[in-house]
């Protein structure tokens, strides 16, 4: 029993005289760590850069700190790829944030170390930082935030956005003509779900998404540029029309044809017993470009069927589209009949000239006419 006992003691001893070991080495170990900081028997450790943050950019990156407040904080040294390329920056206490830029770097990811040093060599602790930098391969990956649909009255386009695709997008941008000529560009912020374009000349806009990919990226980044074609009807402010004949007794003019107004008619003259075929002359007041077709809100009474289309500069000389055959009334009930061309036409005039209805009489029953492009 009291060899037992020696044994365990010696036992406990030598566990002891292990760990006292371990303990020494480990301080060794970390003596050897820090012995470049260490001062009079203490650690000295300069102020370190925190927070570091990240702004990237395309092939490019910028990464800034505030200025710390150990006064004997004097410079800064950046490391990255595994230590093998760094950059030294001097702190400047006259500004609040210190700030270093990298340009024209590849695109892809990167780790920083971050130290700052006092006049005497002592460093701070290590701030580690993951950074982007941004290009081609990037922009490419991107998606444009879609349309819902888009309408077009009274020289006024809406356009409903669908969902953006992700958090990064910032908006997106609109390229368009106005009625009087002027091309614009109009930003549209992520999170309107209606943007709303007055004075829209009906023609093809182009729109592309714009994304940012931190709130702190140096530059904005833009998917290509798609298009969306606007048939719109013209504004028939200004127009003016002759015709062949008209019903003035029955108040039913050929400027009905023109003037916005549904519930009125233009009848040809009836009392002189005039047959086909009736004509209509409208001057637009200027030469409008790509023209694509026209629309024409019928009668249910004796609706035309038959009409030729010509087109002219001066009002004498005509070029003649063809014979065209309407529908009697539109797709749906208060929609016209839309006459998409084979080809847009550039005038200043039209004659529309009717050849016969649906209802074998001899004259024009119509409420509306105009063109869209």
Known sequence: MKN?????????????????????????KMDDTYKDFIKDGKIAYTGKADPVSVHPGRARLMLAWPTPSDPKATRAKLFWNNRQDSIE????RQLDTTKVVFNNWEEGSYVFEVYTFDSEGNSSLKVEIMAQVYGD?????????????????????????GASP?????????KYEDTKGVSKTLFAPAGDVLTTIPEFKPQTFQYRTLYKPSPLALDTFYTGFFSEKIRGNLNKSGW?????????????RAINLIDGNLTNLFVNNT????????????????????????????????????????????????????????????????EPVRLILAEPFTARYFRLVFKNDYGNSRNVNMHEAGVFR
């Open 271 to 334: 009392s002189s017993g005039l047959n086909y075929p009736h004509w209509v002359v409208v001057n637009m007041g200027k030469i409008e470009e790509d023209v694509e077709g026209f629309y024409f809100y019928q009668r249910s009474l004796n609706p035309t069927r038959l009409l030729e289309i010509q087109v002219g500069n001066d009002g004498v000389t005509w070029r003649s589209l063809g014979d065209y055959e309407l529908a009697r009334t539109g797709p749906s009930a208060g």
């Open 89 to 92: 920056v001097p702190i400047n």
């Open 166 to 174: 992700d958090a990064t997008v910032i908006g997106s941008e609109i």
């Open 240 to 252: 003016t029309i002759t015709a062949s004949s008209e019903d003035v007794a029955g108040n039913r």
């Open 4 to 28: 037992r006992s020696k044994n365990i003691r010696a036992g406990r001893y030598i566990i002891v005289l292990a760990l006292l070991g371990s303990i020494y080495s480990g301080c060794s």
């Open 137 to 161: 391969q990037y922009e490419e990956r991107l998606l444009s935030k879609p349309i819902d649909a888009s309408a077009f009255a009274n020289d006024t386009l809406r356009i409903t956005w």
